[in-house]
Nanobody, 124 residues
């Protein structure tokens, strides 16, 4: 069982930055692929970024590539999402997720555990 709790969301102006954190209560955190997803009002939850168990492989949605960076620290069981150059269209609830799959990292179905989400609002 893995429990995830996101933090770091908030209100920021366009062009600003936020860093999301997601500590996990899991004895074997380093086994898990970790991902970030987001859901805007009236839209489906979409993939943002993912990182392999050892951090050696990262994947990003085209919409955030070059602006967001996913990282992890297995020593403290935490995954991060650094978000720079934020845009109003980045406004959403951001969720972190954990799964054991090592392929198809963009697919929601490959993640077994989800956090409760943290709100990110970017004003223009």
């Amino acid at each position: 069982q893995v429990q995830l709790v996101e933090s770091g969301g908030g209100l920021v102006q366009a062009g600003g930055s936020l860093r999301l954190s997601c500590p996990a209560t899991a004895r074997t955190f380093s086994r898990y692929t970790m991902g970030w997803f987001r859901q805007a009002p009236g839209k489906e939850r979409e993939f943002v970024a993912a990182i392999s168990w050892n951090g050696g492989n990262t994947v990003y949605a085209d919409s955030v590539k070059g602006r967001f960076t996913i990282s992890r620290d297995n020593a403290v069981n935490t995954v991060y999402l650094q978000m720079n150059s934020l845009k109003p269209e980045d406004t959403a609830v951001y969720y972190c997720a954990a799964g054991l799959s090592t392929t198809h990292l963009m697919a929601r179905g490959n993640y077994d555990y989800w956090g409760q989400g943290t709100q990110v609002t970017v004003s223009s």
